[in-house]
T-cell receptor, first 114, second 115 residues
Framework: DSGVTQTPKHLITATGQRVTLRCSPR?????VYWYQQSLDQGLQFLIQ???????AKGNILERFSAQQFPDLHSELNLSSLELGDSALYFC?????????????FGQGTRLTVV | AQSVAQPEDQVNVAEGNPLTVKCTYS??????LFWYVQYPNRGLQFLLK??????LVKGSYGFEAEFNKSQTSFHLKKPSALVSDSALYFC?????????????FGIGTKLQVIP
């Protein structure tokens, strides 16, 4: 158990809908990352937060947004969903978010868009 | 720019034999290198990292990795493979870019240990 909690584990929704994925980082970790894993794209970095502030942006679509709350949990919002958004979405956390620190991953949310 | 290459989609090894999972990287400046493992239906788990110092890094579950600066490689190794080592292995490179951490993962190598 990595200590990172993601909910829900599975989500099935229709095209055009909006969903929210939730992540609670490990106790004491200030940085949260979101990743998308699909068969054809591999593991893609979406966005990073540190202590409530956005720190880095990766390949995140404009239809997606995220935030980190004062209690350090984070939410990833996906809207106007398309079939191609079906993937595993991982949240990870680390103490500092610095380049020499490892990340701890949650078990992921499997999103299926039908 | 930075990149990670894992040239083998799959590696098959017999139980008890040594295993190697290959990784090469490209990054400007000093690299920070990581290996993660992903078991089916699970998130990635940190195995080991190279920051600086000794080129041979020891990690969890008996794994180790050798940093080779001249060959820009960071191959993952284990002296004796177990069936339970069968999983997907990811190499990653990290650096500071524009004041923040930039991490790039390889596409992953599936390790199959045959009993």
């Amino acid at each position: 158990d990595s200590g990172v909690t993601q909910t829900p584990k599975h989500l099935i929704t229709a095209t055009g809908q909006r969903v929210t994925l939730r992540c609670s980082p490990r106790s004491g970790d200030l940085s949260v990352y979101w990743y998308q894993q699909s068969l054809d794209q591999g593991l893609q970095f979406l966005i990073q937060y540190y202590n409530g502030e956005e720190r880095a942006k990766g390949n995140i679509l404009e239809r997606f947004s995220a935030q980190q709350f004062p209690d350090l949990h984070s939410e990833l919002n996906l809207s106007s969903l398309e079939l191609g958004d079906s993937a595993l979405y991982f949240c990870a956390s680390s103490k500092t978010g610095d380049e020499d620190t490892e990340a701890f991953f949650g078990q992921g949310t499997r999103l299926t868009v039908v | 720019a930075q990149s990670v290459a894992q040239p083998e989609d799959q590696v098959n090894v017999a139980e008890g034999n040594p295993l190697t999972v290959k990784c090469t990287y490209s990054v400007s400046g000093n690299p920070y290198l990581f290996w993660y493992v992903q078991y089916p239906n699970r998130g990635l788990q940190f195995l080991l990292k190279y920051i600086t110092g000794d080129n041979l890094v020891k990690g969890s579950y008996g794994f180790e990795a050798e940093f080779n600066k001249s060959q820009t490689s960071f191959h993952l190794k284990k002296p004796s493979a177990l069936v339970s080592d069968s999983a997907l292995y990811f190499c990653a490179v990290s650096r500071r870019a524009g004041g923040y951490q930039k991490v790039t993962f390889g596409i992953g190598t599936k390790l199959q240990v045959i009993p």
